[in-house]
């Protein structure tokens, strides 16, 4: 039994405001990737993961939280992340998922390399009401 209690299930929430809230968010995918036993590479993934999607809170909409879960099925246990804020959202989810899409002159590899590190992504933006992104990466029970 990897948890003693449910009180330790219980979602972990980061409020950012703040690049310090960033590194929070960070340390605390981190500790809770390596107590799940993800390997050091989804480790690295998820704590890629988080630190863009709180970079994007604070760039983009000021103030938001990530959501930090430990959710299981039969089969898999896995750490689901929520990113939510209430900034300006994004008009056109479809382009700004496009590999190499850009509106701050980086790379371009936001969101859709946060696709591509999760084995689950969803997201859904309304204009002037903010960002949800909720993503989940697995990991097969022993």
Request: hydrophobic share 35%; charged share 25%.
């Amino acid at each position: 039994m990897l948890f003693q209690s449910d009180k330790e299930k219980e979602p972990l929430t980061i409020e950012i405001h703040t690049e310090v809230d960033i590194v929070e968010a960070r340390q605390k995918g981190r500790m809770f990737s390596n107590c799940l036993g993800f390997s050091t590479l989804d480790q690295a993934r998820i704590i890629t993961t988080i630190s863009e999607l709180s970079r994007n809170i604070y760039k983009y909409a000021t103030a938001g939280k990530i959501i930090m879960e430990i959710i299981e099925n039969q089969l898999e246990i896995g750490l689901k992340i929520v990113a939510v804020d209430k900034g300006p959202g994004i008009k056109n989810i479809q382009k700004a998922m496009e590999s190499g899409y850009t509106t701050s002159g980086g790379l371009g590899v936001g969101l859709s390399g946060v696709k591509k590190l999760m084995d689950e992504f969803t997201i859904s933006s309304q204009e002037d009401h903010g960002v949800n992104i909720q993503v989940i990466k697995w990991k097969k029970k022993k």
